[in-house]
């Protein structure tokens, strides 16, 4: 891997435990309509924060809207990269940092503010924080500090029609259903959504055969061969390729190291207008239950789409259990 330092490609150092964090801030800081926009009006952003004298609240240091631009305007500046080459232009929300990365110790309290589990130093899910971070947005934008950026003669975003990033994401979905019962077609538009999830199907993997070979493999060494404890690691690998018809690593315990399912990307998307049946379909034209079949659309794509991997899967006994698996993607 080759070491890259350089504007917007500038680190955010790990707080505890806030990697979920730093990944959720690095994927909104490539949103640069709305990211370089409050970049650029920084200076203009932490002279209009409000003040703890006015009643507006606690100045730069509360104000969501100067502490992101700060964060935004360090990620996409030289200033933090291992070369820089200029000072910053704003002091007034230093958001700490080193060659390399930065520090923003500020906006983490902020973010975190109000909520049990981001204000805490445990590990957290990456997708609820960013419907976090949207909601926290939403209610900045209702507050009349909010509502003036981009209204206020001359607005402070002049380029945006939103200060909340979220209106960029959204996206309608169209379900149509078919009633096979009378043949009829019935569409449905979903309220404004922000993330597509999409199911990861295990049994798309195109290494189905091999996790299972050796999977077998692993079992029956298990079984038959707890004898050969001390066989050379080198013996104890050339026997197991010859039940797995191939080569194989071992794990710490000398057994064969199951592969992990490798899945297509786009098999996840597949599921998404994936057509499902519907066994008990309540018909409004016959007033019957009966089949139909049912599929999703979106009706346009956004300028940003944001997608959720539904890793964990759920067992009759309601136990969640994240599954282990490496996802293909092909570029174009």
């Given at each position: 891997?080759?070491?890259?330092?350089?504007?917007?490609?500038?680190?955010?150092?790990?707080?505890?435990?806030?990697?979920?964090?730093?990944a959720?801030?690095?994927?909104?800081?490539?949103?640069?309509p709305?990211?370089?926009?409050?970049?650029?009006?920084?200076?203009?952003?932490?002279?209009?924060?409000?003040?703890?004298e006015?009643?507006?609240?606690?100045?730069?240091?509360?104000?969501?809207?100067?502490?992101?631009?700060?964060?935004f305007?360090?990620?996409?500046?030289?200033r933090?990269?291992?070369?820089?080459?200029?000072?910053?232009s704003?002091?007034?929300?230093?958001?700490?940092?080193?060659?390399?990365y930065?520090?923003?110790?500020?906006?983490?309290?902020?973010?975190?503010?109000?909520?049990?589990?981001?204000?805490?130093s445990?590990?957290?899910d990456?997708?609820?924080?960013?419907a976090?971070?949207?909601?926290?947005?939403?209610?900045?934008?209702?507050?009349?500090r909010?509502a003036?950026?981009?209204?206020?003669?001359?607005?402070?975003?002049?380029?945006?029609?939103?200060?909340?990033?979220?209106?960029?994401?959204?996206?309608?979905?169209?379900?149509r259903?078919?009633?096979?019962q009378?043949?009829?077609?019935?569409?449905?538009?979903?309220?404004p959504?922000?993330?597509l999830?999409?199911?990861?199907?295990?049994?798309?993997?195109?290494?189905?055969?091999?996790?299972?070979?050796?999977?077998?493999?692993?079992?029956?060494?298990?079984?038959?061969?707890?004898?050969?404890?001390s066989?050379?690691?080198?013996?104890?690998r050339?026997?197991?390729?010859?039940?797995?018809?191939?080569?194989?690593?071992?794990?710490?315990?000398?057994?064969?190291l199951?592969?992990?399912?490798?899945?297509?990307?786009?098999?996840?998307?597949?599921?998404?207008?994936?057509?499902?049946?519907?066994p008990?379909?309540?018909?409004?034209?016959?007033?019957?239950?009966?089949?139909?079949l049912?599929?999703?659309?979106?009706?346009?794509?956004?300028?940003?789409l944001?997608?959720?991997l539904n890793?964990?899967k759920?067992f009759?006994?309601?136990?969640?259990?994240?599954?282990?698996?490496?996802?293909?993607?092909?570029?174009?």
């Open positions: 891997m080759v070491s890259v330092s350089a504007p917007g490609r500038v680190g955010i150092e790990n707080l505890g435990n806030t990697c979920y964090m730093n959720t801030l690095q994927m909104l800081a490539v949103v640069e709305w990211a370089l926009s409050l970049a650029e009006a920084l200076p203009a952003l932490c002279a209009s924060a409000p003040s703890e006015a009643g507006g609240g606690g100045g730069v240091r509360e104000d969501i809207f100067s502490q992101m631009a700060a964060l305007e360090a990620l996409h500046s030289q933090y990269t291992t070369n820089p080459t200029a000072t910053s704003s002091p007034e929300v230093p958001p700490g940092g080193r060659a390399g930065i520090v923003p110790t500020t906006l983490r309290r902020l973010l975190g503010k109000g909520h049990t589990e981001f204000s805490s445990r590990q957290q990456a997708a609820e924080f960013v976090w971070l949207f909601t926290l947005f939403s209610r900045a934008e209702k507050t009349p909010g003036a950026l981009c209204s206020v003669s001359p607005p402070l975003l002049p380029t945006l029609l939103s200060p909340s990033p979220e209106p960029l994401f959204h996206f309608v979905t169209q379900r259903i078919q009633c096979l009378s043949g009829l077609v019935r569409y449905a538009l979903s309220a959504e922000n993330c999830r999409l199911n990861i199907p295990e049994g798309a993997a195109v290494n189905s055969a091999q996790v299972e070979k050796v999977t077998a493999a692993r079992a029956t060494w298990s079984a038959n061969h707890s004898h050969h404890g066989e050379p690691p080198e013996a104890k050339a026997r197991l390729a010859e039940l797995v018809g191939g080569g194989v690593d071992l794990d710490a315990d000398g057994l064969p199951v592969p992990k399912l490798l899945v297509p990307f786009s098999a996840c998307l597949a599921t998404a207008s994936a057509v499902e049946s519907i008990d379909y309540l018909s409004p034209a016959t007033g019957l239950k009966g089949p139909a049912a599929s999703n659309t979106l009706t346009h794509l956004p300028p940003y944001l997608i959720v890793r964990y759920m009759v006994n309601v136990f969640p259990l994240l599954m282990s698996l490496l996802l293909l993607f092909v570029f174009f």
